[in-house]
C-alpha cells in the first residue's frame, strides 16, 4: 500500500487537505490496526488528520475498522439494552462520578461494561476508584464476559477486546498529543452495536462528529458533553442529554445554566479513596445524588428499556431514594 498516496490527501494542512473516502479510510485504518504502516509514515498520518480533523464518513470508517478486528462481548437476552461507559480520561479536578453512574444503573436492574484505561496520567481513573469498591478489572476477555454474565457490571480495560487500538492509545506517550483513537475508543461498543453506548466529548465539534457517525450506524447513544473527558453529567450543571436512536435523535433534557443544589455534597477530596468513600455513602443513601447525574440516570433507564418512557424513568429513580 502506498501511504504517501494517503498522507499527500491529508497532510496539506487544515485548509488545504483533502478528507478521505469511507472506503480509503477503513482501509487505512485497518492497515493501521494490523501493524502494516511503518512508524514514520504512522506518525506523519496520525498528526495529519489531528490537523486536518476527521470528518464524521473518516471516524465512522475507522470505528468500523477498529470493531472488525476487535473481539466481542455477548450481550444478554432480554429487553434492556447493556449500558456501555468508555472512561479514558479519568478526573483531575474534579470527582469521578463514572463508577458511581455504573453501580446505579446496576442497582436499577441495567447491566454494565465500563472500558477504559487501567491508569489516566495523573488523573483519578474509574479503575483506580472501583479497585477501592472491590470491582477488580478483567484480565481476559473470558473473564470479562463471566463477570458481566454474573454480577451485571464489569470493568474491561481496553486491551482486553481491542489490543491494536490499546497500542494506538499508547502513542500518546510518543507523539505527545492525543491522535484519532482517543475520539475513537469512545465511541466502541463491543457489544456489536447491541449495547446503549454513553458517548460523551469535551468539545461540541466532536459531539456533532460523533452524532452523524453513530447515526449512520443506527446506533443507540445517549450523548452528552463529557465532564473532564468522563461519559457522566457535569453535577454543577447539567448538559444537554441527547438520544440517537434508530438514525434519530431525541433531547430529553436540556442543558442549564447555574449550580444544581445538591453540587455542595461532592466530596472535598477527589482521591480515588474519598471519591469510593462517596460513592459509598450514595449508594447507602447517606449522600444525595446532584440532580444533572440522576436526569442522567433516568436518560439511561428509558434509552436502555428498562423504563417503558422518560416518565416512569424519573419515578423510579425519585422513589429509589437516590
Known amino acids: 500500500m502506498n501511504y504517501s498516496h494517503y498522507i499527500k490527501e491529508i497532510g496539506r494542512g487544515a485548509q488545504g487537505a483533502r478528507d478521505l473516502s469511507a472506503e480509503d479510510a477503513e482501509q487505512l485504518y485497518a492497515a493501521i490496526l494490523d501493524g502494516g504502516v511503518p512508524e514514520l509514515e504512522l506518525g506523519a498520518i496520525l498528526i495529519a488528520l489531528r490537523v486536518k480533523g476527521e470528518t464524521a464518513t473518516e471516524l465512522g470508517a475507522f470505528l468500523d475498522a477498529a470493531e472488525a478486528r476487535g473481539y466481542r462481548l455477548k450481550a444478554p437476552a432480554g429487553e434492556i439494552r447493556p449500558v456501555v461507559l468508555p472512561s479514558y480520561n479519568g478526573a483531575r479536578r474534579g470527582t469521578n462520578l463514572t463508577p458511581l453512574l455504573a453501580m446505579l444503573l446496576r442497582r436499577f436492574g441495567v447491566p454494565v461494561l465500563v472500558h477504559g484505561l487501567l491508569e489516566s496520567f495523573g488523573h483519578v481513573s474509574s479503575a483506580q476508584v472501583f479497585r477501592e469498591l472491590g470491582v477488580m478489572p478483567a484480565a481476559s476477555l473470558q473473564q470479562a464476559q463471566q463477570t458481566f454474565d454474573q454480577e451485571g457490571l464489569v470493568f474491561a480495560p481496553l486491551s482486553v477486546f481491542s489490543p491494536a487500538l490499546a497500542e494506538q492509545l499508547a502513542l ?52 452528552l458533553r463529557a465532564t473532564e473527558g468522563e461519559p457522566f453529567a457535569n453535577p454543577h450543571r447539567r448538559p444537554k442529554l441527547e438520544l440517537l436512536r434508530d438514525g434519530d435523535s431525541q433531547t430529553l433534557f436540556e442543558a442549564e445554566g ?3 443544589k445538591t453540587s455542595s455534597q461532592l466530596p472535598e477530596n477527589a482521591d480515588a479513596r474519598s471519591t469510593a ?46
Request: charged share 20%; aromatic share 4%.
Open 277 to 322: 468513600e462517596w460513592t459509598g455513602k450514595v449508594l447507602d443513601k447517606k449522600s444525595p445524588l446532584p440532580l444533572p447525574l440522576a436526569n442522567q440516570l433516568a436518560c439511561c433507564l428509558y434509552a436502555s428499556g428498562a423504563a417503558r418512557d422518560l416518565n416512569e424513568a424519573k419515578a423510579r429513580v425519585a422513589a429509589g431514594g437516590v
Open 172 to 223: 500518546r506517550a510518543r507523539l505527545g498529543v492525543r491522535h484519532c483513537a482517543h475520539s475513537l475508543v469512545k465511541m466502541l461498543d463491543p457489544f456489536g452495536g447491541a449495547g446503549l453506548l454513553i458517548a460523551a466529548a469535551t468539545h461540541p465539534h466532536y459531539l456533532d462528529t460523533m452524532s452523524e457517525a453513530l447515526s449512520a450506524r443506527n446506533r443507540t447513544a445517549l450523548l
Open 258 to 260: 447555574g449550580g444544581s
